[in-house]
């Protein structure tokens, strides 16, 4: 058995508390569907990402805010169980982020969000004592004022960082990020979100590692010249998927790994994701080396399982 992996980070960016509501098929305007079933997970994607990185052995600091609500002590009490350091997630007199995950049989998805206390990520709103203590400093869906303000305090005291700027964000542009991208040595966007930002433009203003997750079409390093397929499975829900996926390749990185082995084990972990319900069901390290084994890469498994009980 392969236990923690003696990597730090902290993550940063929205809490949320999603509900699910599965249906044979969305609906239309002025339609209504019945649901088949309904449940609630902690949600968000910097959330996603720590889950995602506890549960394959890293030490993760979570920092965002929680609403002072019923909404709030749930996510608290859900993660608190996860083996995520919390001290850093401040409550506030708003309403916890909330997000709501209307999903079919075939996997589709449509969504609603509520930032709710997740607009406090402003700079100069987490005690930069936070950053004390960890190796790589992680931001997800985070607006540019606050991205650029965290991730340069954390390049000031000699952290890694890594940023996925989500498609709200990305949609605005490449210049709205461009002080931000000072600061990111690891950049990971879907396709749709690198189409947005440009990669003429990325290429001329990102000087660090851009990653692209392409879903069904695998992922790529297009700056570097590297990609590596898909892994084919039967996919039922894609949420977090992504972030399954950012949080192997990150884990991967840190150990030393290189660019086509951190792609292979980021698209496994975003596969095995995408076969399960449920934002934060990644898999654990074991489950992702028994995956990998399974598909003929039993040499890369027992790579990062000597990798990380060396660590």
Request: aromatic share 6%; glycine share 10%; proline share 3%.
């Amino acid at each position: 058995m392969v236990g923690r992996v003696h990597l730090s980070f902290a993550v940063a960016g929205n809490l949320n508390l999603d509900q699910y509501l599965l249906v044979e098929r969305i609906p239309g305007p002025d339609e209504a569907v019945e649901v088949l079933e309904t449940f609630f997970e902690p949600g968000g994607a910097a959330t996603n990402v720590a889950v995602a990185l506890a549960r394959l052995g890293a030490e993760v600091r979570l920092l965002g805010f929680v609403g002072l609500d019923d909404a709030g002590a749930f996510l608290l009490q859900r993660l608190s169980s996860l083996s995520l350091d919390l001290r850093c997630v401040r409550r506030v007199g708003m309403p916890t982020g909330r997000v709501l995950v209307v999903l079919d049989r075939a996997g589709r998805r449509a969504m609603l969000a509520l930032r709710g206390a997740n607009i406090e990520l402003k700079p100069g709103s987490i005690e930069l004592s936070a950053l004390e203590g960890v190796e790589h400093l992680h931001l997800s869906s985070t607006k540019p004022a606050f991205t650029e303000w965290l991730l340069a305090e954390a390049k000031r005291i000699g952290l890694t960082t890594s940023y996925d700027p989500g498609s709200a964000v990305a949609s605005e542009g490449v210049d709205r990020l461009r002080e931000a991208l000072r600061h990111v040595d690891v950049l990971l966007v879907n396709k749709r979100e690198a189409d947005m930002l440009g990669l003429e433009n990325l290429k001329r203003t990102f000087k660090g590692l851009l990653v692209i997750k392409k879903g069904r079409l695998g992922a790529e390093a297009p700056l570097e010249g590297v990609s590596v397929p898909a892994f084919k499975v039967g996919v039922v829900d894609t949420t977090g998927a992504g972030d399954a996926f950012n949080a192997a390749f990150l884990v991967c990185w840190r150990l030393g790994m290189n660019l086509e082995e951190c792609l292979l084990l980021a698209n496994a972990a975003g596969a095995l994701k995408a076969c399960r319900y449920g934002a934060q069901s990644s898999p654990t390290l074991e489950e992702l080396l028994s995956f990998l084994s399974s598909r003929g890469l039993g040499g890369l498994a027992a790579k990062v399982r000597r990798l990380a009980q060396n660590k």
